[in-house]
């Protein structure tokens, strides 16, 4: 089973939580002011990368609160979790991804 790390609870089963896609995407500005292609691309087109990915998360059945994280999509591996409006530590001058050091534990799936 893989546990993620909640930066609120702590590491819990993978099936606590729901996947929210791609993190950091800033609202635009003036919504209304965007015809419908950039309207329907802020919507709906995301990065796809294979690699280390930044992600949202919610605890959705444990404290309900959302996160960011840092999953390698290959191997579905989580780097790093951190609270919502922050930054992930390799971006404030610490370890760089995907080589920092994780305080997420994860085993082999059974």
């Known amino acids: ?8 609870c702590g590491n819990r089963p993978e099936t ?3 996947c929210g896609g791609q993190a950091h995407i800033a609202r635009p500005e003036q ?8 309207w329907s691309e802020y919507l709906f087109v995301r990065k796809n990368p294979r690699g280390v990915h930044a992600e949202r998360w919610n605890h959705a059945h444990g404290c309900g609160r959302w996160f960011n994280a840092l999953r390698d999509t290959v191997t579905d591996r989580f780097i790093e979790t951190y609270p919502m409006g922050e930054r ?9 991804a995907p080589a920092a050091t994780s305080d997420i534990q994860s085993e082999a799936r059974a």
């Open 88 to 96: 992930p530590r390799s971006e404030q001058g610490g370890a760089t």
């Open 31 to 38: 919504p209304g002011a965007l015809d419908d292609q950039n």
């Open 16 to 18: 606590e939580f729901r």
């Open 1 to 8: 089973m893989l546990l993620i790390a909640c930066p609120y």
